[in-house]
């Protein structure tokens, strides 16, 4: 198995906050529909993600693509940090996460990804809302959510301004993910709405959120 390690270590552009791509390792990082700069957060370099205030579209293609990938089978595993914005509304969960099997043009993806504030709350059914997968475009959360309740979400510890290490494993029509040294799953999806498909990756957030993404891993199988 060869792992393809990528470090944000290089510099960027032009500006704290862009539409030119961010330089990760020879990759690149493409904003889509986000704003990108190149950051030092606890020692670290990191990626900086914010997703324009105007774009109120929820589970869309809001993410910073990694350039020259092509991923079908294999695992991705991602250190990420997230935080709430000032402008972030009542509803904001700090939502950041994955998009793999990115069409080329963006129409379609998969993805998982958190919400921090829920891992914690006090409220347990927010608490069972701390992970979700998605499918762009058919099948958002709240599709997902009415049609097949808690099939598609489930609990893990996590909070907001911490380090989190989400590491998914996908293979054929199956995906699970790992949160942080947790050596069971927690959250397993059996029928990626897809199918048999390969794309892109992309390092994905949402409204309200500020996101920030360090070290970066995938191996392909």
Same mark, same amino acid.
């Given at each position: 198995?060869? $792992?393809?390690? &990528?470090?944000?270590?290089?510099?960027?552009?032009?500006?704290?906050?862009?539409?030119?791509?961010? +330089?990760?390792?020879?990759?690149?990082?493409?904003?889509?529909?986000?704003?990108?700069?190149?950051?030092?957060?606890?020692?670290?370099?990191?990626?900086?993600?914010?997703?324009?205030?105007?774009?109120?579209?929820? *589970?869309?293609?809001?993410?910073?693509?990694? $350039?020259?990938? *092509?991923?079908?089978?294999?695992?991705?595993?991602?250190?990420?940090?997230?935080?709430? @914005?000032?402008?972030?509304?009542?509803?904001?969960?700090?939502?950041?996460?994955?998009? &793999?099997?990115?069409?080329?043009?963006?129409? +379609?993806?998969?993805?998982?990804?958190?919400?921090?504030?829920?891992?914690?709350?006090?409220?347990?059914?927010?608490?069972?809302?701390?992970?979700?997968?998605?499918?762009?475009? *058919? &099948?958002?959360?709240?599709?997902?959510?009415?049609?097949?309740?808690?099939?598609?979400?489930?609990?893990? *510890?996590?909070? @907001?301004?911490?380090?989190?290490? @989400?590491?998914?494993?996908?293979?054929?029509?199956?995906?699970?993910?790992?949160?942080?040294?947790?050596?069971?799953?927690?959250?397993?999806?059996?029928?990626?709405?897809?199918?048999?498909?390969?794309?892109?990756?992309? @390092?994905?957030?949402?409204?309200?959120?500020?996101?920030? &993404?360090?070290?970066?891993?995938?191996?392909?199988?």
């Amino acid at each position: 198995m060869k $792992a393809t390690v &990528f470090v944000l270590v290089a510099t960027i552009i032009a500006g704290a906050a862009t539409a030119q791509p961010v +330089k990760l390792g020879k990759y690149e990082l493409q904003p889509i529909g986000v704003e990108l700069s190149l950051e030092k957060l606890q020692g670290r370099d990191v990626a900086r993600v914010v997703k324009p205030v105007e774009n109120t579209n929820a *589970d869309a293609p809001t993410f910073a693509k990694l $350039a020259g990938v *092509d991923f079908m089978n294999g695992v991705i595993e991602v250190k990420l940090l997230s935080r709430l @914005l000032k402008t972030a509304s009542e509803g904001a969960r700090g939502f950041i996460g994955v998009a &793999f099997r990115i069409a080329e043009d963006n129409s +379609k993806f998969e993805s998982i990804y958190i919400r921090p504030t829920n891992g914690r709350a006090e409220d347990q059914i927010r608490r069972n809302h701390s992970t979700q997968y998605f499918s762009y475009p *058919d &099948f958002p959360f709240d599709r997902l959510r009415k049609e097949a309740p808690e099939k598609y979400e489930s609990y893990a *510890d996590m909070g @907001l301004d911490e380090w989190i290490t @989400l590491r998914i494993e996908v293979k054929d029509m199956q995906a699970k993910l790992f949160v942080n040294d947790a050596k069971q799953p927690t959250l397993i999806v059996n029928d990626l709405k897809h199918g048999l498909s390969s794309g892109g990756v992309g @390092l994905w957030l949402d409204n309200g959120t500020e996101a920030f &993404f360090g070290e970066v891993i995938i191996q392909k199988r």
